[in-house]
């Protein structure tokens, strides 16, 4: 079984930057595959970006891309997501999902992950 415990969120007005960690625990981490995902109240989870398993790749939805980071540490089995220049949109709870068999079309899309951390709120506001 593999657990997911998200950290770093919190009150940030616009511009500002905040680092969000996803550490990975329980399985092996450098096979995983590692998304983060947000949420808006009523709202559907909205992918942000993700790094494949063994580093291999990283991939970003287009509002983020220029503004968010996503690496990972295999030292520490945690993934971090780097969020500079925030706007008041990038308000959500932030989720991070692992998974192994996530192929590449399926990047982005939440029901290919089976595991997910409890997510970490960030709000962007003056």
């Known amino acids: 079984q593999v657990q997911l415990e998200e950290s770093g969120g919190g009150l940030v007005p616009p511009g500002g930057s905040l680092r969000l960690s996803c550490k990975v625990s329980?399985?092996?981490?450098?096979?995983?595959?590692v998304a983060w995902f947000r949420q808006y109240p009523g709202k559907e989870r909205e992918f942000v970006a993700a790094?494949?398993?063994?580093?291999?790749?990283?991939h970003y939805t287009d509002s983020v891309k220029g503004r968010f980071t996503i690496s990972r540490d295999s030292a520490k089995s945690t993934v971090y997501l780097q969020m500079n220049s925030l706007k008041t949109e990038d308000t959500a709870v932030y989720l991070c999902?692992?998974?192994?068999?996530?192929?590449?079309?399926?990047?982005?899309?939440?029901?290919?992950?089976?595991?997910w951390g409890q997510g970490t709120q960030v709000t962007v506001s003056s």
């Open positions: 999902a692992a998974d192994q068999g996530v192929i590449l079309s399926s990047i982005r899309n939440p029901t290919a992950y089976d595991y």
């Open positions: 329980g399985r092996a981490f450098a096979p995983y595959n």
């Open positions: 790094t494949r398993r063994y580093g291999s790749s990283t």
